[in-house]
């Protein structure tokens, strides 16, 4: 008897059935292997995402408990004009992100879940925004302790936030963008880039491409073109960090005065963790990632 993708899911087959929840976008060899009658249900699908982001939400509950253990201050609870928790609900954003994408794209007939993926509704219900981008001052930058720790947030702290989101598909002004295999998307973002979230300028924010009828939508920044399972994934396992393609270091955390980035010749030992994507050989990252649930 063929296990159900939900059985499979909970023994451990968790990328695998990500890969089959978007059956009809796999080559035809691997719809031939798996059997042309194998399309998940609507309700395997539904339970199988709920089954992930569950798991993904206890991870962010562990790991906001982490790294505060390690004294690491959020920069979302010190916004002085709106302070927020580092998960917080954002249902009603990603409803009204679903709205727009739909009044955009009406046009395009409507299959699977629509141009909005189910994925990004049910996270934003299970999971919601989360925001785990570092605050660091002046005198956290002059304290003389590990000059890493004190920074942990250069290296692309996870962020998804769907108010961001909602407002650049519902944005009148926003574009449409052609893509390298032919047609048009509008590419709204769901984060700051891994810069912008050290408070410097530049790089690609990451990204969604809309209209996306995979129920595993693709991530898109500098250095970054992957399913956003998996993008979680990644980030996950270095402790909430995803990693940067350029490495930079401030230079006052180092003791160096003599300007603002450490010059490259001064930078610590870095970790290639994946190609093109870089974090420092520090012990936090493992620390952090240590037990999280898979999925």
Same mark, same amino acid.
């Given at each position: ?36 009658? +194998? ?181 898109? +920044? ?14 996950? +396992? ?58």
């Amino acid at each position: 008897m063929t296990k159900s993708l939900v059985k499979r899911y909970q023994e451990g087959e968790h990328e695998q059935v990500w890969r089959e929840l978007d059956f009809a976008l796999l080559p035809i060899k691997e719809q031939f292997e798996l059997g042309f009658g +194998a399309h998940p249900s609507q309700e395997e699908t539904h339970e199988v995402i709920t089954l992930t982001f569950e798991r993904v939400a206890r991870n962010v509950d562990r790991l906001v408990t982490r790294l505060r253990d390690i004294g690491y201050q959020f920069a979302c609870e010190a916004e002085a004009k709106s302070p927020h928790p580092p998960r917080r609900p954002a249902l009603a954003a990603a409803k009204l992100a679903r709205a727009n994408s739909l009044e955009r794209f009406d046009d395009l007939e409507v299959t699977g879940s629509g141009p909005f993926p189910i994925a990004l509704s049910l996270f934003a219900e299970l999971v919601g925004s989360v925001d785990l981008r570092q605050h660091v001052t002046d005198d956290q930058l002059d304290e003389p302790s590990d000059p890493i720790l004190k920074t942990l947030g250069d290296w692309d702290p996870l962020e998804v936030d769907f108010d961001f989101l909602q407002y650049e598909i519902g944005e009148e002004e926003a574009e449409l963008h052609p893509l390298p295999e032919g047609g048009l998307a509008l590419q709204p973002a769901f984060a700051g880039s891994f810069e912008h979230k050290a408070n410097i300028s530049g790089a690609w924010n990451p990204n969604l491409r809309l209209p996306s009828y995979r129920v595993d939508p693709m991530v898109f +920044a500098e250095g970054i073109a992957l399913p956003f399972t998996t993008y979680l994934r990644k980030t996950f +396992a270095r402790g909430g960090f995803f990693g940067t393609p350029r490495p930079f270091f401030r230079a006052r955390s180092f003791g160096d005065r003599s300007a603002y980035y450490l010059s490259e010749n001064k930078w610590p030992k870095l970790k290639e963790v994946e190609p093109g994507i870089f974090l420092p050989e520090h012990t936090s990252f493992a620390k952090l990632a240590q037990d999280l649930e898979a999925f």
